[in-house]
């Protein structure tokens, strides 16, 4: 297994424009590659993006007919490069007319070689302006994904996952050292809980996150950015700022992995205990 390699965060501003949004998003992916990265992640979201921030567009396609996967396959194995496609729309099962939310591992072969949907979905009143309802409009997942990468093994989220901790502790207790959190948090959530829920996850399971965000406004919808590479003792190793759209990268020591479960072994610490019961009335 190789020990060290350099990953990158994608962050772009997509809109309802597939096209427009795939080819800014090709160009930055270019650049990622360019600057060494073997493992490129994109944002939830990252060929398009509507103003409610739901990420549909006016014609959903199945995974057979979905433009953007043959497209981003050709250029992982053009660049033979590692690529995570954060998430795109794909229809689900006949007996469900909603969508999933679903992310694709590729490999340099430009073969897939793991997918995730979309478990935990957004379902929030922030206040009168922001209300957001995935589960209208998607279905979600049932299963935990780990993928096999030269690194070991990666585990694969998205987005409102990262508050369920339990995910990713179950993640990396199953073997993940690399957790993978593609992301269009909202810029008012963002602000408020990004940086501290995926440090506390970093830290908790001790491993590395790599967390690339949307940024920018979208309609009448604004994402927060600052794509995050954190690792396993929650030190961020790269940020990718606010609203601009660009590339970070950062080399990923495996070595520190083991350093930080040997210095802190919580994930060998988990014990059995009983449901909380009745409160016992204060006397």
Same mark, same amino acid.
């Given at each position: 297994?190789?020990?060290?390699?350099?990953?990158?965060?994608?962050?772009?501003?997509?809109?309802?424009?597939?096209?427009?949004?795939?080819?800014?998003?090709?160009?930055?992916?270019?650049?990622?590659?360019?600057?060494?990265?073997?493992?490129?992640?994109?944002?939830?979201?990252?060929?398009?993006?509507?103003?409610?921030?739901?990420?549909?567009?006016?014609?959903?396609?199945?995974?057979?007919?979905?433009?953007?996967?043959?497209?981003?396959?050709?250029?992982?194995?053009?660049?033979?490069?590692?690529?995570?496609?954060?998430?795109?729309?794909?229809? /689900?099962?006949?007996?469900?007319?909603?969508? $999933?939310?679903? @992310?694709?591992? #590729?490999? &340099?072969? *430009?073969? !897939?070689? +793991?997918?995730?949907?979309?478990?935990?979905?957004?379902?929030?009143?922030?206040?009168?302006?922001?209300?957001?309802?995935?589960?209208?409009?998607?279905?979600?997942?049932?299963?935990?994904?780990?993928?096999?990468?030269?690194?070991?093994?990666?585990?694969?989220?998205?987005?409102?996952?990262?508050?369920?901790?339990?995910?990713?502790?179950?993640?990396?207790?199953?073997?993940?050292?690399?957790?993978?959190?593609?992301?269009?948090?909202?810029?008012?959530?963002?602000?408020?809980?990004?940086?501290?829920?995926?440090?506390?996850?970093?830290?908790?399971?001790?491993?590395?996150?790599?967390?690339?965000?949307?940024? /920018?406004?979208?309609?009448?919808?604004?994402? $927060?950015?600052? @794509?995050?590479? #954190?690792? &396993?003792? *929650?030190? !961020?190793? +790269?940020?990718?700022?606010?609203?601009?759209?660009?590339?970070?990268?950062?080399?990923?020591?495996?070595?520190?992995?083991?350093?930080?479960?040997?210095?802190?072994?919580?994930?060998?610490?988990?014990?059995?205990?009983?449901?909380?019961?009745?409160?016992?009335?204060?006397?």
């Amino acid at each position: 297994m190789n020990e060290v390699f350099t990953t990158a965060c994608v962050q772009n501003c997509a809109s309802l424009n597939p096209k427009e949004t795939t080819d800014r998003a090709e160009v930055l992916i270019r650049d990622a590659a360019a600057k060494g990265a073997d493992l490129i992640c994109t944002p939830e979201f990252f060929s398009c993006l509507d103003t409610q921030l739901s990420g549909l567009t006016t014609d959903p396609h199945t995974e057979e007919t979905h433009p953007a996967l043959p497209r981003f396959r050709k250029l992982a194995e053009e660049l033979n490069k590692w690529l995570l496609l954060g998430s795109i729309t794909i229809f /689900g099962d006949d007996k469900d007319d909603r969508l $999933f939310n679903r @992310s694709y591992l #590729i490999n &340099p072969l *430009g073969d !897939i070689v +793991a997918r995730y949907n979309k478990i935990h979905l957004f379902d929030i009143d922030i206040d009168k302006q922001e209300v957001y309802r995935e589960p209208d409009q998607f279905q979600p997942g049932k299963e935990a994904v780990l993928a096999s990468t030269p690194w070991g093994l990666l585990g694969m989220t998205v987005c409102y996952d990262v508050r369920f901790p339990h995910l990713y502790r179950d993640l990396a207790k199953a073997g993940a050292g690399i957790l993978t959190v593609p992301s269009a948090f909202t810029k008012k959530t963002g602000e408020a809980h990004w940086h501290v829920l995926l440090r506390a996850r970093a830290i908790e399971t001790a491993s590395f996150i790599i967390a690339p965000c949307q940024s /920018g406004t979208h309609g009448i919808g604004t994402t $927060f950015g600052h @794509s995050l590479i #954190i690792d &396993p003792w *929650g030190n !961020i190793l +790269a940020d990718g700022g606010g609203e601009e759209e660009g590339v970070v990268t950062a080399e990923i020591d495996l070595t520190l992995i083991q350093k930080a479960r040997r210095r802190i072994p919580a994930l060998q610490h988990d014990r059995d205990y009983a449901s909380p019961a009745t409160p016992i009335a204060s006397t």
